[in-house]
T-cell receptor
Framework: DAGVIQSPRHEVTEMGQEVTLRCKPISGHNSLFWYRQTMMRGLELLIYFNNNVPIDDSGMPEDRFSAKMPNASFSTLKIQPSEPRDSAVYFC????????????FGPGTRLTVL | GQQLNQSPQSMFIQEGEDVSMNCTSSSIFNTWLWYKQDPGEGPVLLIALYKAGELTSNGRLTAQFGITRKDSFLNISASIPSDVGIYFCAGSNDYKLSFGAGTTVTVRA
């Protein structure tokens, strides 16, 4: 079975540019999560979708960050404009009805903003 | 989210050793999860625990859900080189996972 798929795996961009990260959850999973991981703050939940609807976006740092889930098999996290402090590894995770609280993570996108 | 205290922060293992790490919380959780993260990869779920007192094994890994529901431990028996990585505990009562800071396991030179 395919796991969570994320693209790109690495992104290097300059300050002020728009960045779009992509995620395909595990087929059949109805919940999707975006996380950010840094050395200083560890893993932080940014936003949670259930059945394609954003339920909790309290972790989104500021208006520069936005996330969408147009259908059950695709989600994007966009940063516009990007800043050097956004440099981190961004993970997408998914969860299904039958897997209780178990979240399955993708390989992550390492973002570097110069 | 809620703060989990995970210890030790790091440890060195020698092949064949048993290792142990634990997580404690000031709050009660309904679920405890243990993940392993290799460099450049996402966390991989190792074990999920759903009942207080539950002891669950996955190969050489054994984890327990503490009776008070405020702690959990993970044991690795007969460690092998590929056990190196960062191990995270996570507690949950709903969709939110509260993560520990991680235990970094390194092979002793």
């Amino acid at each position: 079975d395919a796991g969570v798929i994320q693209s790109p795996r690495h992104e290097v961009t300059e300050m002020g540019q728009e960045v779009t990260l992509r995620c395909k959850p595990i087929s059949g999973h109805n919940s999707l999560f975006w996380y950010r991981q840094t050395m200083m703050r560890g893993l932080e939940l940014l936003i949670y979708f259930n059945n394609n609807v954003p339920i909790d976006d309290s972790g989104m740092p500021e208006d520069r960050f936005s996330a969408k889930m147009p259908n059950a098999s695709f989600s994007t996290l966009k940063i516009q404009p990007s800043e050097p402090r956004d440099s981190a590894v961004y993970f997408c995770a998914s969860n299904g009805y039958s897997s209780y609280n178990e979240q399955f993570f993708g390989p992550g996108t390492r973002l570097t903003v110069l | 989210g809620q703060q989990l205290n995970q210890s030790p922060q790091s440890m060195f293992i020698q092949e064949g050793e048993d290792v142990s790490m634990n997580c404690t919380s000031s709050s009660i959780f309904n679920t405890w999860l243990w993940y392993k993260q290799d460099p450049g990869e996402g966390p991989v779920l190792l074990i999920a625990l759903y009942k207080a007192g539950e002891l669950t094994s996955n190969g050489r890994l054994t984890a327990q859900f503490g009776i008070t529901r405020k702690d959990s431990f993970l044991n690795i028996s007969a460690s092998i080189p590929s056990d190196v990585g960062i191990y995270f505990c996570a507690g949950s009562n709903d969709y939110k996972l509260s993560f520990g800071a991680g235990t970094t396991v390194t092979v002793r030179a």
